[in-house]
């Protein structure tokens, strides 16, 4: 018996925000609009010209008229009305039209409720461990509930056999779902049926659902905004930082910078710590007082240099801006060029991973700020009180230009490192990235340890396992009862990723409270 023929189709859905008559495409960027009744419209973009891909790597072989090499695509939007859902059908390159018109995530979303458990095959994530980066997995037999990982990774695509129209077919959800269907286009309201159907079911497969990016345009404008101002009035004094970091996109290339620069409005400042006081106060001493604009933020150039003077990285201020706001009962951070909103998914399972933590409260001494003004005149004190050693500002210099600091304090007997740092809110970001990136370079590199060896020959043995690291907060905020919950959600972020690193290598996380006498 021949097998029935099947079609494969995207399907997208259009979001709530639109209805089916401000959807148009005629005479958009060629499109015609070929077809419409009360529920269906059907655009058309007739054999656009396009250049090959590999013409630029043939064309010094070509002796003819290179511009008449032309590929030729045709595309199409068919635009459905469906109950009170409106839905899109694409071909072709016509996905970047109904980019703003859809929701992101309906693919993935049907296709947890689709496929198979177990019968995952592939996944494309987006980790917030540190910094934004894309992750994709072959996988087979999969069972996501298992891998905790999933609680800072953003799920943007899911590929997996499921069941559709009673038979059992290949699905890929994205933003659109993509899958194959026996029924004609003039049946195509009882695939729709179906798949409204399934929406209203419950996931066969369970994500966490940790973050969602936000698209509607006009809550990006009003986050923008409220960004812009808290980064004035932090700027003008006004208020603090403590929902606003500078980020890089790897804490490697950070180590490997000896001295930065930062250019705005024909300003140029040099700096040697990558830290958002430092830029602010160096540019309000070069009488640049406050930040009045979205432009000015993507204006101001961030650049690192290693020890021998080359360029390691640029960036704009605003892409490496991490900021946090509260609106309308919802948390929102954004990370790159990103608005994520924060789901109570995540907030619940990093906090409950964070009461794991053991918290040393009065284990180590309170900051009297008068006698010991600076962090080193602290930790020189703490060290020669406890008999520990200082390593304070004392860098192991690795291949040029990398340099890191092990630590600030280091306890011989108890083979604790100490990371100590005045911080609260996103800020301490930091602390936790250096301490957890320090660990895992003893940990994993030979090299490393033995210069730790030849500088300080009293204090290691060669050795690197069951170790410990102590990050030590300097705030009176931490020796509140509700520490560390009491964070704001990207330092708690941070803390988790830097505890699980450190668990992966087998060394043990403590949280230490400083108090501050000022």
């Keep these: 018996m021949a097998r029935e023929k099947s079609n494969k189709v995207n399907i997208y859905k259009i979001a709530n925000i639109f209805d089916f008559d401000t959807v148009d495409f005629d005479d958009l960027d060629g499109f015609v609009k070929e077809f419409e009744d009360a529920t269906r419209k059907l655009f058309i973009r007739r054999l656009k010209p396009g250049t090959p891909n590999w013409l630029t790597y043939l064309k010094p072989l070509i002796s003819s008229n290179v511009d008449q090499i032309k590929n030729y695509n045709s595309s199409f939007i068919l635009i459905i009305k469906h109950n009170v859902n409106i839905y899109a059908l694409s071909g072709g390159h016509a996905y970047s039209k109904l980019e703003k018109y859809i929701e992101a995530d309906f693919g993935v979303r049907m296709a947890l409720k689709m496929i198979k458990e177990k019968g995952i095959l592939a996944l494309n994530q987006r980790s917030l461990k540190g910094s934004t980066r894309q992750i994709y997995r072959a996988v087979i037999g999969y069972d996501p509930i298992f891998d905790k990982d999933n609680f800072t990774r953003v799920l943007n695509s899911l590929e997996g056999t499921g069941e559709f129209e009673g038979r059992t077919f290949r699905i890929i959800g994205k933003s659109a779902l993509a899958l194959r269907t026996t029924k004609d286009i003039a049946r195509l309201s009882e695939v729709l049926a179906e798949i409204e159907a399934i929406a209203n079911q419950s996931e066969k497969i369970h994500f966490p659902k940790s973050f969602i990016v936000e698209k509607e345009e006009t809550i990006v404008n009003e986050l923008n905004d409220e960004m812009l101002k808290m980064v004035s009035a932090y700027w003008r004094g006004n208020s603090d930082r403590d929902r606003l970091y500078l980020e890089f996109k790897d804490a490697f290339t950070q180590f490997r910078c000896s001295r930065f620069e930062a250019r705005f409005k024909s300003t140029k400042i040099e700096f040697d710590d990558f830290d958002l006081d430092i830029i602010k106060n160096l540019y309000i001493d070069n009488g640049i007082k406050d930040v009045a604009s979205l432009d000015d933020l993507k204006k101001i150039m961030l650049v690192g240099f290693n020890e021998d003077g080359f360029e390691e990285f640029k960036g704009k201020f605003k892409d490496l801006l991490v900021c946090e706001i509260i609106k309308d009962g919802k948390s929102y951070i954004k990370i790159g060029n990103q608005w ?8 619940k399972f990093i906090n409950d991973q964070l009461r794991m933590i053991q918290v040393l409260k009065n ?59 005045e911080t609260w809110g996103s800020k301490s970001a930091y602390l936790f990235t250096q301490g957890s990136t320090a660990a895992e370079f003893f940990y994993n590199s030979v090299n490393f340890r033995q210069k730790c060896l030849e500088k300080w020959p009293d204090q290691f043995n060669g050795d690197y ?48 409270p400083i108090k501050v006498i000022n």
């Design 340 to 347: 994520l909103q924060i789901l109570d998914e995540i907030q």
């Design 363 to 421: 284990f180590l001494p309170e900051w009297n700020k008068q006698q010991y003004p600076l962090e080193i005149d602290y930790n020189n004190f703490v060290a020669e009180q406890k008999q520990w050693k200082c390593m304070d500002q004392q860098c192991i210099v690795m291949e040029r230009p990398s340099k890191i600091e092990l630590c600030d304090i280091f306890d011989k007997t108890e083979k604790r490192f100490f990371h100590i740092k």
């Design 465 to 512: 396992f069951d170790y410990k690291v102590v990050f030590g907060i300097v705030s009176n905020k931490s020796s509140d009862d509700e520490f560390p919950l009491n964070m704001t959600f990207f330092a708690k972020l941070n803390l988790y990723n830097a505890i699980s690193i450190l668990s992966q290598i087998g060394y043990k996380s403590f949280l230490a």
